[in-house]
């Protein structure tokens, strides 16, 4: 079981988007407690954390993210957020949530393209 990741998409320069992770069955018991994370991996690149959450909504962000992107996450729905404003370019990539650790399997993850 893993993480569900969506509502990555196309958009310009300076727009902003919200992504999702759905959390469910058996790994549920795994996120609950513990910090939740968003990852992003750009083509070429190795896979860089982006913002952490933890379970009383502590957060952190990359230096790369900070002031323009929002963790955010509920419990009572498993989900945690990710909202992306002010995007750029350099954004560009597939978006995975996971725990701080990565305790669990990787999902599909979700592509957010901003063309230059």
């Known amino acids: 079981v893993q993480p569900v990741e969506s509502g990555g998409g196309l958009v310009q320069a300076g727009g902003s988007l919200r992504v999702s992770c759905r959390v469910s069955g058996i790994i549920t018991s795994v996120f609950n407690p513990k910090t939740c994370a968003w990852y992003r991996q750009a083509p ?18 990359a230096d790369s993210v900070k002031g323009r992107f929002t963790i955010t996450r509920d419990n009572a729905v498993k989900k945690v957020y990710l909202q992306m404003n002010s995007l750029k370019p350099e954004d560009t990539a597939v978006y995975y949530c996971n725990t701080d650790t990565g305790d669990v399997s990787w999902g599909q993850g979700t592509q957010v393209t901003v063309p230059s």
Do not use: D, F, H, P
Not at 44 to 61: D, F
């Open 44 to 61: 070429g690149k190795q896979r860089e954390l982006v913002a952490t959450i933890t379970r009383l909504s502590n957060t952190n962000y």
